[in-house]
């Protein structure tokens, strides 16, 4: 029966499946749109909507007099109705307005993009150095799970999952960037860069280098646990599967077993739950950079809302929202390209 | 008789087994214990605080004890930069963590578990679409979205409540709708239905209690998230700025200088107090999880 119904499979003409994977690329990315769209919708309401008169806030305290209040308003298209102005918003976010920053009194748009690269740098590196630890650490725990690796690892990993990252950052900016007692600061606390670089490439790249290693050592710290977690228990679940029984009466050495046939299968299920739990990795990036001063995108967050300077927080609140979204989809696509069955089906 | 059987005292009867049962399997787990001793012991203390502490020694304005103490024999915690002491400070601190965390869990969960069982029991449109809802919340960076909040509200316990509890809901949603998924695919469900049972009736009668143990787990694990998720919002300076709490010292330390200055005393007891309390009910809420879900009782740790 199922070889009967498998031969035409087989000799399914490439077209059609190359049809079905563009309808399903197109309805993925179509998806992912919907979401931008309500991230919009969202940054209008939180920030236009729901503080009320915008005007009255920029003039917060101010004596003004209602003349100057409804110019003010005329000159933000307050006085539109609330359709308008969002239009007029969504068509100022297509072509990159942001609006001016309050405090900066500078294009939103011109500061994200200042911010961008030193978040990128930041969360990038810290979470492929967390998703290789974590990714070990699981498969290695998981492997001979109930012995003295797996307990001592899963219990490492709650308790560090248990502290709030801000706190660790502190510990670490006391011990290491400060100093104890007798012993010396042996990073800097603060910042991405020395005011005193001697110029180059490579000393200002051992220099960024010297300031990223306490927020990113912090990072890794909170972010890893989850992704051994995840490792752990999706390598649990392979492993009473029927074709390790038959690697191994294949004859395959152990460590073989896992890395051909164990690993690979769990890593499925591991790739999509670490691209949903990027924005653990945003938050983490808003108290981390607070406390190390890092000049990325969560310190100006931290920035916009002691103000609160709240053109700003919307244009960071749309960023990080928004590129957390397209991670997603990104994810969602690689994992169709990644999985035969779910290509195949 | 000795016991009249009608039907309540035999339903309450059989709760009562299960419930012996359920804490029979609770016990087996050595950290789910731990962690309910430790809950115990913190609530009680912190339920205490006004009994067994002077509240007045918060009150910047009356106290004489020199800034930023190390500990000693007077304070044993040390002061923090206005004087006041850092064990009198942390214990009050803990109210406020309890009480947000609750009750941020609370309304997280309640919103979690009616979208979770409404997408379920009705399928169709209705399921479409409150799951692609979830489906972008659980997406959407919860702290991001609660700082936003806690930012255009106005300050305050009731706003900090407010933004973890309507950030922090899809997860319960989802799994809430898989359990409800599986429980309608039962026989009574069916019977219920036919003998002219209402969505009410089924949705009131069979599914949420077959669902609630399930749910009180998840707000075990939910209220360890939002005692973290109020402690960032608190160092973020979005807290109520009229109470104490953990994340507001740790706030105050980084931002007097306390840091840079070495003041390990005034650091480490509030983030101690976070990790001691959340690993407490993440704790129970796994070993939880254990009792309500045999699926995990074989396999795993």
């Known amino acids: 029966m199922t070889q009967v119904s498998e031969a035409p499979e087989r000799v399914r003409p490439r077209g059609e499946r190359s049809l079905r994977l563009a309808r399903l690329v197109g309805a993925k990315i179509g998806g992912g749109l919907v979401s931008l769209f309500l991230v919009a919708v969202l940054g209008f309401l939180l920030f236009r909507v729901l503080p009320g008169d915008p005007a009255r806030a920029m003039t917060r305290g101010a004596p003004v007099s209602a003349e100057q209040l409804a110019a003010l308003r005329h000159r933000f298209g307050l006085d539109q109705p609330l359709w308008k102005q969002f239009l007029d918003f969504l068509v100022n976010l297509l072509h990159g307005d942001l609006g001016v920053s309050y405090t900066y009194s500078r294009p939103v748009a011109e500061l994200i993009a200042e911010r ?15 998703v290789l630890l974590g990714l070990w650490m699981g498969t290695r725990a998981a492997w001979r799970h109930g012995g003295t690796f797996d307990r001592l690892s899963s219990s490492v990993a709650l308790s560090l999952w248990s502290v709030p990252t801000f706190w660790l950052g502190l510990i670490l900016l006391m011990a290491l960037g400060v100093g104890v007692g007798p012993l010396p600061g042996l990073f800097p606390v603060s910042g991405m860069s020395a005011p005193d670089v001697p110029p180059g490439l490579l000393p200002r ?7 990223l290693v306490l927020p990113c050592v912090t990072m890794v710290a909170v972010v890893y646990a989850q992704y051994l977690m995840v490792m752990r228990s999706s390598l649990l679940e392979e492993m009473g599967e029927d074709y390790l029984t038959t690697a191994r009466a294949k004859g395959l050495r152990e460590d073989l077993v896992r890395r051909r046939h164990a690993v690979p299968n769990a890593l499925l299920p591991t790739v999509t739950l670490i691209f949903l739990h990027l924005g653990l990795v945003v ?7 607070t406390v190390f001063s890092w000049p990325g995108l969560g310190l100006l967050t931290y920035e916009a809302l002691r103000g609160p300077d709240l053109p700003l927080l919307q ?8 590129s957390v979204i397209v991670m997603n989809i990104l ?5 169709h390209v990644l999985d035969p069955r779910v290509r195949g089906s | 008789m000795s016991a009249p059987a009608t039907p309540r005292a035999i ?11 359920s804490w029979r399997v609770y016990r087996r787990d050595r950290g789910g214990l731990v962690g309910l001793a430790l809950l115990v012991v913190i609530v009680a203390l912190a339920v205490l605080a006004p009994v067994l502490t002077d509240g007045s020694g918060l009150n910047v304005t009356r106290v004489d004890a020199a800034p930023l103490q190390p500990p000693s024999a007077s304070h044993w915690l040390g002061t923090d930069e206005s004087g006041r002491s850092v064990l009198l400070l942390t214990w009050w601190g803990a109210r406020m963590s309890l009480v947000i965390g609750l009750a941020a869990a609370a309304l997280s969960v309640v919103i979690g578990t009616v979208v979770g069982v409404l997408a379920a029991h009705f399928g169709g449109w209705t399921s479409t679409l409150l799951m692609r809802f979830t489906d972008f919340f659980l997406v959407l960076p919860a702290l991001v979205l609660a700082i936003a909040l806690s930012t255009v ?9 407010l933004a973890i509890g309507v950030t922090s809901w899809p997860q319960t949603a989802r799994l809430v709708r898989a359990q409800t998924l599986t429980v309608e695919t039962r026989p009574y469900i ?7 049972g209402g969505h009410r009736h089924v949705i009131g009668k069979h599914v949420l209690p077959a669902v609630l143990p399930l749910v009180f787990a998840t707000t075990t694990l939910t209220v360890a998230s939002a005692i973290i998720a109020e402690s960032t919002l608190s160092f973020l300076g979005l807290g109520d700025p009229s109470r104490v709490s953990w994340g507001a010292m740790l706030k105050s330390a980084m931002d007097t200088g306390a840091v840079t200055a070495g003041a390990w005393w005034y650091l480490l007891p509030p983030g101690l107090g976070i990790a001691i309390v959340v690993l407490s009910f993440t704790l129970c809420g796994r070993a939880l999880e254990t009792v309500f879900n045999p699926r995990l009782r074989g396999v795993g740790a």
């Open chain 1, 116 to 130: 961008f690269w030193p978040t990128v740098l930041l969360t990038g590196t810290s979470t492929v150095i967390a």
């Open chain 1, 205 to 211: 790249v051992l220099d960024t280098a010297h300031h």
């Open chain 1, 283 to 289: 938050a983490g990036a808003i108290t981390v950079e």
């Open chain 1, 315 to 322: 244009g960071t609140f749309i960023v990080l929202a928004g």
């Open chain 1, 331 to 335: 994810a969602d696509l690689l994992y």
């Open chain 2, 11 to 21: 339903a309450w009867s059989r709760r009562g087994a299960t419930l012996a049962e």
């Open chain 2, 153 to 161: 509200l106005t300050r305050g316990l009731g706003t900090i409540v």
């Open chain 2, 190 to 196: 069916e019977r219920a239905k036919a003998l002219g």
